[in-house]
């Protein structure tokens, strides 16, 4: 398999939820105005406790400062594995599930912070720039390593990074096993032709800028055990959308299309305090069980808490695992 | 002819040029989202100047205070001329030129202060609230006034106003003659079904809210004799704009409508410094010679200036009568 250190720079931000009317200037040219920006990465996540933004250094040059914008001080870059045809897992999961084992758990032993985004198309793992040697050194067996450059993926070769090779120390650390809420919403995690994305527009800026504010015609149908969730991407001209199907219902059904056979997701939310971003081994608490069962699952980490999202018909076997795990002693 | 003082309270605001993305969340739900606002009359003109944005109580409180949003104190009441088909005037000219004897002279001559508003629909006279009986003591001899409340029409009567009563004097001012620029651009006046407004969202809202930053792609076409100047308005469910040609070119050509044969217009603008409010006469100073000529024309008045839009064909003979009337002694 391959590992590409794609050609982005990210900054991983929050906006406050009584802030974004500040931002709105600045998001709506990142989503809509592709000819007057440079950037190339940028996703938009509403959760119920802010907005997290994770983008390039071109988009973030947007974001004025306020006291409304918090900001994570590293620089993240993303890597995407490429299956090359050579893969020998048998596993027919998609998403988190099917890196697991090659990636997230490797990189867990070695201490290093993971902040993931998958979207429709594919699974970024951002990783700390400063942990990149750490993460050639500790994924170069699995994979070949190639670094994305002005748009050619040159090989990493071990001589470019024993100079920075700094493995960190294998001792086993006890993991906080964090609590896990599951709400009610179903997703869906949809894509559509950028070239269409002008004919949602007003009904893709109603529900990222508006829907906290009341409807002069509401029926408010969202319930209480329902958690907002709406997650935006558009990266390397690719748009991703994971939304709930109170969400879906309001866009024309005929241009957001979805995976095969218009399945929905059921949600884990992983935290119940902000998990922060130095803690390592979130994502393979869960996404390590879930590949012991073959179970497919997107992953969206944002500034506060972390989110699985795994098949409908699996959220049950999903709940008794992490009941399971959450009665065990924890491992490392 | 029909007079009809609208059922709407309006407020004159002003929003600086570079003050432009803190409002950006509250124009854009009120140009595109209709279901989460229930103002009914929203203009937006851009000049080089700033943004005049004309709009009702409703609309008003979302704008919040800022040190970028001035506000004229008064509020301000639209007028409407209606031809209930026993017009007498032969005039085949349009716009504030059928109302110029019959409306603007005549308040003029009662120093009552006007702000015009025309569309493509139909043209506003807008008048302060605390002119409100002046105006209809003015107009009631040569029309049938009604006073619309809540959808329904209903006359006014001489009764209604005669305690508020309180013609201004008669005696003849010395009205100032404003300085006039011609710019070089070809405006357009144009409509569109307003179910169909989604489908320009993204140009409509790159053209308002970001053609003051650079493009990516830009090749910039505008020549330093054209004069920005852009207009947007809803009003009671109807759009009209007003843009210059090359603006024009930026949107779909079978989603926008003009009157007739696609005609194009030139500009007029009124005022070598900021106008104000309280001078009275400046829209009479215009269109009564456009009127004795029968040249019809557009009127858009601004926080800062006047601009009237007369017929491409006719800028020379107007460009003549200008110059004619700036040589005179100014006449009250």
Redesign the interface.
């Known amino acids: 398999m391959d590992l590409h250190i794609l050609d982005h720079r990210l900054r991983v931000t929050s906006i406050a939820k009584n802030g974004?009317?500040?931002f709105?200037?600045?998001l709506?040219?990142l989503i809509?105005?592709r000819?007057?920006?440079?950037c190339k990465f940028f996703s938009l996540t509403e959760t119920p406790e802010n907005y997290t933004v994770v983008l390039d250094q071109e988009g973030f040059k947007e974001l004025q400062p306020s006291e409304h914008l918090q900001v994570e001080s590293s620089i993240w870059l993303p890597l995407n594995v490429v299956s090359n045809g050579n893969a020998s897992s048998s596993s027919q999961a998609v998403g988190v599930t099917k890196i697991a084992k090659s990636v997230i758990a490797p990189l867990a032993q070695q201490h290093v912070s993971v902040f993931m985004l998958s979207t429709y198309q594919t699974d970024f793992i951002l990783v700390r720039e400063n942990d990149l040697s750490v993460v050639i050194s500790t994924l170069e067996e699995e994979f070949n390593i190639y670094k994305e450059v002005g748009g050619e993926s040159v090989p990493v070769q071990c001589q470019d990074v024993s100079n920075g090779l700094q493995k960190n120390g294998k001792e086993a650390i006890q993991h906080t096993v964090h609590p896990v809420l599951i709400p009610k919403n179903q997703f869906c995690v949809m894509s559509l032709d950028p070239d269409t994305?002008?004919?949602i527009?007003?009904?893709l800026?109603?529900v990222l800028?508006?829907s906290s504010?009341p409807?002069?015609?509401a029926q408010s149908s969202s319930s209480e055990d329902c958690v907002k969730f709406f997650s935006f991407s558009l990266i390397d001209g690719y748009i991703s959308l994971v939304m709930d199907t109170d969400a879906q219902r309001r866009f024309p059904a005929d241009l957001l299309f979805t995976s095969s056979s218009g399945e929905l997701w059921r949600m884990v939310r992983i935290g119940g305090q902000p998990l922060g971003f130095d803690e390592c081994g979130i994502v393979a608490q869960i996404s390590q069980p879930l590949a012991d069962s073959d179970i497919s699952a997107y992953y969206i980490s944002t500034f506060s808490f972390d989110h699985a999202l795994v098949p409908e018909e699996d959220i049950v076997s999903v709940t008794d695992m992490l009941q399971h795990q959450r009665k065990e002693p924890a491992t490392s």
Chains 1, 2 share one sequence.
Not at 35 to 38: A, G, I, L
């Open positions: 974004l009317a500040n709105t200037h600045p709506i040219k809509f105005l000819n007057r920006t440079r994305l002008p004919s527009a007003t009904t800026i109603d800028f508006y504010s409807k002069e015609d």
